[in-house]
């Protein structure tokens, strides 16, 4: 009796639908409380190849939601201490670690080479760039949040409506499970249900989680839903970009009003609500923050009154 054996056997599986899997290639971005069930339950169910990108170390602080790590490996990287774990956990599945960052620059050539793409990350820079990555790529996108004690997951792009479809109006404050606090059950059931809706987009099980989100309220204990096959599109979508492709002549905007200085020496130090209109002749404003969502707005805001062109750009963390 092969590991398979009790998955092989629901007709929706098969040994057909187990070869597919087999052959499947998912990039996974994000190591933490939503990437940690979402690698135990693809591995576990024999997928081939997994790329797993995080740039992000293991802090004793998260560990109550991550806890395939350990004590003892607080310091390494998320990355490579996952791929390390899902080896001993599954050897026929192959997890090959990026410790880096996900941006704009390097998602259009990992997003290329998978056939599915999970965005288990935490910053809306890095889902609006994998929202943009798989809708130019044709690539289904299972993306998800959790935060407090309520989450979200769904199936986005390929033949369904992208994340900026279904959220054309980012919050105007951000909350992270740095300043909220989250449940590690609550991130772990909305991780596990992105594993599933992995799993039935790759075996093309109907209905279709493409197109689908699924919610959860454990404050309440009530599970909803919703289908958005036709969502529009926004007509007009400021983009972000990676700091390697800044131009020479862009005027860069530094909106982190809590850092002491700017994080390159040629940009300016702005508030977002200062109401700054760059001076003639700039060919392109490049408005940067921490996860994107100020940007995004001051980079809204700007566009009402200015005419030129505008990227966003989300700052990498230094590595301490």
């Known amino acids: ?32 409380g939503l990437g940690v069930p979402v690698l135990q339950y693809l591995c576990g169910a024999g997928l081939g190849r997994i790329t797993l990108v995080d740039g992000d170390r293991i802090a ?22 996952a791929a390390t774990a899902m080896a001993a956990l599954n050897p026929e599945v192959t997890v090959n670690a990026v410790t880096a960052w996900l941006d704009p620059a390097n998602a259009p050539a990992l997003v290329a080479r998978a056939d599915l793409v999970l965005d288990c990350a935490d910053t809306f820079a890095a889902s609006l760039t994998l929202s943009d990555a798989c809708m130019d790529a044709g690539k289904p996108l299972i993306a998800a949040s959790a935060l407090g004690l309520s989450g979200y997951a769904g199936g986005f792009c390929g033949p369904a409506p992208s994340l900026r479809a279904l959220f054309p109006d980012l919050p105007d404050r951000g909350a992270t499970c740095d300043t909220a606090g989250v449940m590690g059950p609550v991130v772990a059931t909305i991780g596990a249900i992105q594993a599933q809706m992995a ?93 994107g969502l100020r940007a995004h707005h001051a980079g809204l805001a700007l566009q009402s009154r200015w005419p030129g062109k505008i990227a966003l750009l989300a700052v990498p963390p230094t590595d301490s």
């Open 60 to 81: 004793a602080h998260n560990l109550h939601r991550q806890p395939l790590y350990r004590m003892d490996q607080v310091g390494q990287f998320k990355a490579g201490a």
């Open 199 to 291: 799993l039935s987009s790759l075996l093309d099980l109907s209905p279709s989680p493409l197109g689908q989100l699924i919610s959860f309220d454990a404050a309440r204990w009530r599970f909803g839903g919703f289908r958005f096959d036709t969502a529009p599109e926004p007509a007009h979508s400021l983009r972000f970009i990676a700091p390697a492709q800044i131009a020479a002549d862009d005027l860069i905007i530094d909106l982190r009003t809590e850092e002491p200085a700017p994080f390159r020496a040629d940009a300016l130090h702005l508030g977002p609500d200062q109401g700054y209109t760059p001076p003639p002749g700039t060919s392109r404003v490049i408005l940067a923050c921490r996860t």
């Open 1 to 32: 009796m092969t590991r398979y054996a009790r998955q092989v056997i629901l007709p929706q599986v098969g040994a057909e639908g187990q070869a597919r899997l087999a052959a499947a290639h998912v990039l996974i971005v994000g190591a933490g």
